[in-house]
């Protein structure tokens, strides 16, 4: 490929991205997982085909792109969505007037199999909570943070940018900024609140970042914690309750809703509690629901 072509390859991706984030208003990994996929593609093609222009990307050039992805031993997930990423970044040029067609308009998604999450007992989420030494400074908050995940189905990104503003006791309510800055109000029940209420005694007595006054979890430093951190602490308190599951901050969020299914709440109700932006979504947890009804039957019933 020519440096004059190449150019244009990489200025239409930067307008790309900066259209994902201003326009579509992704979060900055979103943005940066289409970028990582899109580039990916252009990078086959300017090694194997030099000089190739938009108009020239024909729908059975992403078949030998992903022919050759398979051979190198690329999962269906992430061909999945990297398909995801083309259509979308071909999908932009065509609405800028650059292209005339969408050459991946045909391109089909391979079919990937549900996978169902692992899912915690309400047992096991207690254990896990009384795994905590609250004698430690940071005891009180870590409890405070898996009760509001665990009970809210707060997404790990979301749990960690709560504000202390957001937080309606009378009503019982906290206010949540999820994916693409859209906002929903979960229920906080009691017992979240109180964890909540043990930690703040806690945290009025550290040095709290300007910055960071409002947000409600805070590290030593007095500034917000990292999704590491969560990630990292989840994983050594689950090992030491015995948890033998793999246990992430995302754990929190499939018990809640599965445990709401299993109590008979309305599909709709925890789509709106969840943030799903579609019903498809939330639909997994009607699949988890079932497998437990069928390993209860398989376990109970005397003709199993």
């Given at each position: 490929?020519?440096?004059?072509s190449?150019?244009?390859?990489?200025r239409?991706?930067?307008?790309?991205t900066?259209?994902?984030?201003?326009?579509?208003s992704l979060s900055p990994?979103?943005?940066?997982?289409?970028?990582?996929d899109?580039?990916?593609?252009?990078?086959y093609?300017?090694?194997?085909y030099p000089?190739?222009?938009?108009e020239?990307?024909e729908?059975?050039?992403?078949?030998?792109f992903?022919r050759e992805?398979?051979?190198?031993?690329i999962?269906?997930?992430?061909?999945?969505?990297m398909?995801?990423?083309l259509?979308?970044f071909?999908?932009?040029l065509?609405l800028?007037?650059?292209?005339?067609?969408?050459?991946?308009?045909?391109?089909?998604?391979?079919?990937?199999?549900r996978?169902?999450?692992?899912?915690?007992?309400?047992?096991e989420?207690?254990?896990?909570?009384s795994?905590?030494?609250l004698s430690r400074?940071?005891?009180?908050?870590?409890?405070?943070l898996?009760e509001?995940?665990?009970?809210?189905?707060?997404?790990?990104?979301?749990?960690?940018?709560?504000?202390i503003?957001?937080i309606?006791?009378?009503?019982?309510?906290?206010?949540?900024l999820?994916?693409?800055n859209?906002e929903r109000?979960?229920p906080?029940?009691?017992?979240?609140?109180?964890?909540?209420?043990l930690?703040?005694?806690d945290r009025?007595?550290?040095?709290v970042d300007p910055?960071y006054t409002d947000?409600?979890?805070l590290n030593r430093?007095?500034r917000?914690?990292?999704?590491?951190y969560?990630?990292?602490?989840?994983k050594?308190?689950?090992?030491?309750?015995?948890?033998t599951k793999?246990?992430s901050?995302?754990?929190?969020r499939?018990s809640f809703?599965?445990?709401?299914m299993?109590?008979g709440?309305?599909l709709?109700?925890?789509?709106?509690?969840?943030?799903?932006?579609s019903?498809?979504t939330?639909?997994?947890?009607?699949?988890l629901?079932?497998?437990?009804?069928?390993?209860?039957?398989?376990?109970?019933?005397?003709r199993?």
């Amino acid at each position: 490929m020519t440096e004059t072509s190449e150019i244009l390859w990489n200025r239409l991706l930067t307008r790309y991205t900066a259209y994902l984030r201003l326009e579509k208003s992704l979060s900055p990994a979103s943005v940066e997982a289409y970028h990582r996929d899109v580039y990916r593609f252009l990078q086959y093609l300017i090694s194997t085909y030099p000089g190739i222009l938009p108009e020239d990307t024909e729908p059975q050039l992403f078949d030998l792109f992903f022919r050759e992805l398979n051979e190198a031993g690329i999962s269906i997930r992430t061909q999945a969505r990297m398909i995801s990423a083309l259509r979308g970044f071909f999908s932009f040029l065509q609405l800028e007037n650059i292209l005339s067609f969408n050459p991946t308009a045909l391109l089909e998604t391979p079919r990937l199999g549900r996978h169902l999450p692992e899912v915690l007992s309400v047992e096991e989420i207690d254990r896990i909570e009384s795994a905590i030494d609250l004698s430690r400074s940071d005891g009180h908050r870590n409890k405070a943070l898996i009760e509001v995940m665990y009970s809210c189905g707060l997404r790990v990104s979301e749990v960690i940018n709560l504000r202390i503003s957001n937080i309606f006791r009378e009503e019982g309510f906290v206010r949540i900024l999820g994916k693409g800055n859209k906002e929903r109000l979960v229920p906080i029940n009691d017992k979240a609140l109180k964890e909540i209420d043990l930690y703040l005694f806690d945290r009025n007595q550290q040095s709290v970042d300007p910055d960071y006054t409002d947000i409600l979890f805070l590290n030593r430093f007095g500034r917000s914690l990292s999704r590491v951190y969560v990630f990292k602490m989840i994983k050594d308190l689950a090992r030491k309750a015995g948890i033998t599951k793999t246990v992430s901050p995302h754990t929190f969020r499939h018990s809640f809703a599965t445990h709401l299914m299993e109590g008979g709440a309305d599909l709709r109700a925890i789509q709106e509690m969840l943030g799903h932006e579609s019903i498809q979504t939330t639909e997994i947890y009607t699949h988890l629901d079932k497998e437990y009804l069928r390993s209860t039957i398989l376990e109970y019933h005397p003709r199993s």
